[in-house]
């Protein structure tokens, strides 16, 4: 008969039945043993005190055992009964009732693999979670960085902006309109200045 | 046997807990 | 009856025991055993037998309330009366441990893993669309600063060919 151990019953109260009952079985059988031989001894104490008593201790021993052997027989079989219904009625976790502690095993059940494939998830999350967190770092580095290139441009353009400021301010609208005009204007000088010559030298000549 | 089925039947009662305990930690860490 | 409470069941029960015992141990039982004792002393055997029912119950009942206060009982078997009143309503069998740890600590972690998983979806969601945000802003700094390049290349080109009608002109006026 294979013994029950009554594990989820121990889970609740903290020892199992089968010890429960055992302590209370050895209890009350202490207490019966002692009170027979309480009734002994009372017996003995009275039959001294009767003079002449043909009634030997011997005989009150046998008187004991043989009604403590009957009592011992109807308390096994009493106290049997008992331990069955205490067993099944009271130190016993009805089959349908689920401990507080357990209450999550209701709610929710994955199997091996469905608890497997949850954790490799959280993983992959873990990794993607920490991809877009250096994306997001490189992304603040080179707006970072495109902030200062575009001030070092900015600053750049506003340079040519001041030239040409100073240019306008001087006069010149168009540095470069300017220039060529400077270029003509310099060719036709030069080409009056020739010219100054040729007429020089002819006159000299002549 | 009667001390280890109380044995067994105490982890099933608070190791469930403790070990909750300490993987909620590890959650939080890893959070962190 | 269902109704009664496993405290009053076990004192039910126990009381039960004690007046079986008692009927089984009659005085009739007694005597016999005693016979000479009795038949010489029928009246004290008489008051020694009712001290022995007296004193067995007693003690036994005095043993119930010990153990009831040693563990507790009352208190634990009255929070199980309340577990069964709350489960009343379930007929099939509920969970029990299947010996398997690893097995049986799935559920009570599961909730905590499935919102980890669920925080961690939300994190990444959120930062994927960070993400997009701060993607759209590189690239509309990478064209501002094309932009800009262009400008200042365009503005260094129009001062190079400045520059070479500088050095045009210096040539012009240098010219002998």
Redesign the interface.
């Known amino acids: 008969m294979s013994v029950d151990p009554m594990t989820y019953e121990a889970q609740f109260f903290g020892f199992t039945p089968q010890t429960c009952m055992l302590r209370i079985y050895i209890a009350f059988q202490d207490y019966l043993f002692e009170v027979m031989q309480a009734v002994e001894q009372v017996i003995l104490k009275k039959l001294d005190g009767i003079p002449e008593c043909e009634i030997s201790p011997v005989q009150i021993r046998k008187c004991t055992e043989k009604f403590l052997c009957f009592m011992k027989g109807r308390f096994d079989k009493l106290f049997g009964k008992m331990e069955q219904l205490f067993l099944q009625l009271i130190l016993r976790i009805p089959p349908n009732i689920l401990l507080p502690e357990d209450k999550s095993q209701e709610v929710l059940t994955y199997s091996a693999e469905e608890f497997q494939l949850l954790h490799k998830e959280i993983e992959q999350l873990q990794e993607k979670y920490k991809t877009e967190l250096c994306t997001k770092q490189a992304f603040l580095a080179e707006l970072e960085e495109q902030k200062i290139v575009q001030a070092k441009l900015k600053k750049t353009l506003t340079v040519f902006d001041e030239l040409e400021n100073a240019g306008r301010e001087n006069g010149t609208s168009d540095f470069r309109e300017s220039l060529v005009f400077l270029v003509q204007n310099s060719r036709k000088l030069q080409n009056i200045r020739e010219n100054v010559e040729k007429e020089g030298k002819k006159l000299k000549v002549s | 046997f009667d001390e280890i089925i109380v044995d067994i039947a105490t982890k099933r009662k608070q190791y469930p807990r403790k070990i909750l305990e300490c993987v909620i930690k590890i959650i939080k860490a890893k959070r962190e | 009856s269902p109704a009664l409470s ?1 405290v009053k ?2 004192d039910t ?2 009381d ?2 004690l007046q ?2 008692v009927a ?2 009659s005085y009739q ?2 005597t016999e ?5 009795s038949q ?2 029928s009246e ?1 055997s008489q008051r ?1 037998y009712d ?2 029912v007296t ?2 119950q007693t ?2 009942l005095e ?2 309330a010990e ?1 009831k206060a040693e ?1 507790n009982l009352e208190a ?2 009255n929070a ?1 009366d309340a ?2 009143e709350e ?1 009343k309503d ?8 299947s010996g398997d ?1 690893e ?12 919102q ?2 669920d ?3 939300r ?2 969601q959120r ?2 669309a ?2 997009r945000q ?2 759209e ?2 690239l509309n ?2 064209r ?2 094309e932009e ?2 262009l ?2 290349r365009a ?1 260094w080109q ?2 190079q ?2 520059h070479r ?2 050095k ?2 210096l040539a ?2 240098r ?1 002998p």
Do not use: H
């Not at chain 3, 379930?90 to 441990?97: T, V």
């Open positions: 496993r069941l076990l029960m126990v039960t025991f079986k015992l089984a141990g039982r007694f055993c005693f016979k000479c004792f010489l002393q004290m020694i001290k022995f004193q067995l003690s036994i043993e119930i153990i563990g634990v078997l199980l577990l069964v489960g379930r007929q099939e069998p509920a969970w029990r441990p740890p097995k049986d600590l799935r559920s009570p972690l599961l909730p905590y893993f499935l980890q998983r925080t961690l979806r994190r990444v930062q994927e960070e993400n701060l993607a802003q590189v700094g990478r501002q600063v800009l390049q400008q200042c503005r129009a001062w060919a400045l009608e500088q045009e002109l012009v006026l010219e």
